[in-house]
């Protein structure tokens, strides 16, 4: 099985890996890009994930994890040793998986590369609670934009079930009525121009929604973002959709 954790341009998250069977007999493999270091994985249930540092982490976008379980190591070695062994594959010759590496011997490497990726997160307590510290920190970001979501009525959430709304990657859709008459193409231009007053002002970058995602809007709250910050974001859009919409009167 493979699937994505959360998704980013859809704003929503697998709620948990109850679905997935304790004594499955193949691998789940997940991409876990936006959801590691922000939301609670069932890591028992996950035999392959990937990640990089870019998002929660805010590191660079160039690193590449990959996290094997021993159900997909064991997997590995014997797939290495069964085309290392067939005759008719002389390419594999020498490709067996080295067990010493797969198994840890260079833990502490990784654990050194984890623990100054949080770093910037180190008011939040000893290096092992702070996975936990940057969840919250998540959570935190979406609950400012739900209880904004819950007072204003021209905007709401994408995803209609709070159980797989995403913590990180929160996806909006403009709900004002006026703005719903409108046909398809004008409802982008017309939530392309908050992003772009927006952007103008400096207030923030890349907010609409992903370009084959339904017309909206879309906000990292990811821990590297301040709730301050998200806090002051909520006013600058009530701002931004006043103004397009003003000039949406002015027009008709």
């Given at each position: 099985?493979?699937?994505?954790?959360?998704?980013?341009?859809?704003?929503?998250?697998?709620?948990?890996?109850?679905?997935?069977?304790?004594?499955?007999?193949?691998?789940?493999?997940?991409?876990?890009?936006s959801a590691c270091f922000a939301q609670a994985l069932d890591w028992?249930?996950?035999?392959?994930?990937?990640?990089?540092?870019?998002?929660?982490?805010?590191?660079?976008?160039?690193?590449?994890?990959?996290?094997?379980?021993?159900?997909?190591?064991?997997?590995?070695?014997?797939?290495?040793?069964?085309?290392?062994?067939?005759?008719?594959?002389?390419?594999?010759?020498?490709?067996?998986?080295?067990?010493?590496?797969?198994?840890?011997?260079?833990?502490?490497?990784?654990?050194?590369?984890?623990?100054?990726?949080?770093?910037?997160?180190?008011?939040?307590?000893?290096?092992?609670?702070?996975?936990?510290?940057?969840?919250?920190?998540?959570?935190?970001?979406?609950?400012?934009?739900?209880?904004?979501?819950?007072?204003?009525?021209?905007?709401?959430?994408?995803?209609?079930?709070?159980?797989?709304?995403?913590?990180?990657?929160?996806?909006?859709?403009?709900?004002?009525?006026?703005?719903?008459?409108?046909?398809?193409?004008?409802?982008?231009?017309?939530?392309?121009?908050?992003?772009?007053?927006?952007?103008?002002?400096?207030?923030?970058?890349?907010?609409?929604?992903?370009?084959?995602?339904?017309?909206?809007?879309?906000?990292?709250?990811?821990s590297t973002v301040e709730r301050a910050d998200v806090e002051a974001?909520?006013?600058?859009?009530?701002?931004?959709?006043?103004?397009?919409?003003?000039?949406?009167?002015?027009?008709?």
């Amino acid at each position: 099985m493979v699937f994505t954790w959360n998704g980013t341009t859809s704003g929503v998250r697998v709620p948990n890996a109850d679905w997935i069977a304790a004594d499955r007999s193949g691998l789940t493999i997940c991409d876990a890009t936006s959801a590691c270091f922000a939301q609670a994985l069932d890591w028992p249930k996950l035999d392959v994930v990937t990640f990089s540092w870019q998002k929660a982490l805010g590191g660079e976008a160039a690193h590449g994890m990959l996290i094997l379980s021993p159900r997909a190591v064991e997997r590995l070695e014997s797939l290495h040793a069964a085309l290392a062994a067939a005759e008719d594959l002389p390419a594999h010759q020498g490709r067996q998986a080295q067990p010493g590496h797969l198994r840890g011997r260079d833990h502490q490497h990784a654990l050194d590369a984890v623990r100054r990726g949080l770093s910037r997160h180190a008011r939040l307590g000893e290096v092992d609670r702070r996975v936990e510290g940057a969840a919250a920190r998540a959570d935190a970001n979406a609950k400012v934009i739900a209880d904004w979501v819950a007072g204003t009525p021209w905007i709401d959430f994408l995803a209609g079930d709070p159980a797989i709304r995403s913590n990180t990657s929160v996806c909006l859709k403009i709900v004002d009525p006026a703005v719903g008459k409108l046909s398809a193409e004008a409802q982008v231009a017309f939530v392309k121009g908050i992003a772009a007053a927006l952007e103008k002002e400096g207030v923030a970058y890349d907010i609409d929604a992903y370009r084959d995602a339904p017309s909206g809007l879309r906000i990292w709250c990811g821990s590297t973002v301040e709730r301050a910050d998200v806090e002051a974001l909520t006013r600058w859009l009530d701002w931004a959709f006043a103004k397009s919409k003003d000039a949406l009167r002015q027009a008709a």
